[in-house]
């Protein structure tokens, strides 16, 4: 199995690029995230790589950050999520992005991707929710929020989100109600939800 590779790139499509292996020519599909990272042909290239086995197929998937690869693996762990579709995901949505949606069982925004109907996106839910490992979600703060805290900013971020606010505009109040809060021990979503809003009125 190819875990990685190292070579010179020679050519780049949206479809695949094909990276020169010591005189070996290897198609490598990739997401778009990877493909816009790329530099042009002639230069040499690291990629991430995971080798998808089948009867009468060899693939192999290239990332620029292991992160990705790891993200693409579990994402073809849900019935019906093949390498292809699970591409197409990661070329939509950073592994970062589809983590939260999935955390916040956010179906409609899974379903953003094309390809991914309702269905898949419930199911992707369903799959995948209690399996995410335990991680930091940095959400843009100097200090990670406690593991807590973090359903809580969420589904915060979820309701703006539902009443029309901008992603931006969204995360910069809650920023600031937090900071509001201080070091309050309980993080509570109406206190938070509260005073957010009355930072997006002014």
Known sequence: MIGSL??????????????DLNGIGLEVMVPLSTLYGLPEPGCEVHL????HVRE????LVGFLRQEEKDVFRFLTTVSGVGPRLALNILSSLPP????????????????????????????????????????????????????????IYFEALSALSNLGYSRKDSEKAIE???????DARELRLESLLTNALRLLAK
């Open 6 to 19: 190292r070579g010179i790139l020679t050519r780049k499509s949206p479809q695949a690029v094909l990276v």
């Open 48 to 51: 991430f790589v995971h080798t």
């Open 56 to 59: 009468n197929q060899i693939l």
């Open 96 to 151: 970062e992005d589809l983590l939260e949606a999935i955390l916040q069982g956010d179906s409609q925004r899974l379903r953003t991707v094309p390809g991914v109907g309702k269905k898949m996106a419930e199911r992707m839910v369903v799959e995948l929710k209690d399996r995410i490992p335990p991680r930091e979600v940095q959400i843009g703060r100097k200090q990670p929020l406690p593991a807590q805290d973090k359903q």
């Open 176 to 182: 600031g109600a937090l900071e509001k809060q201080g």
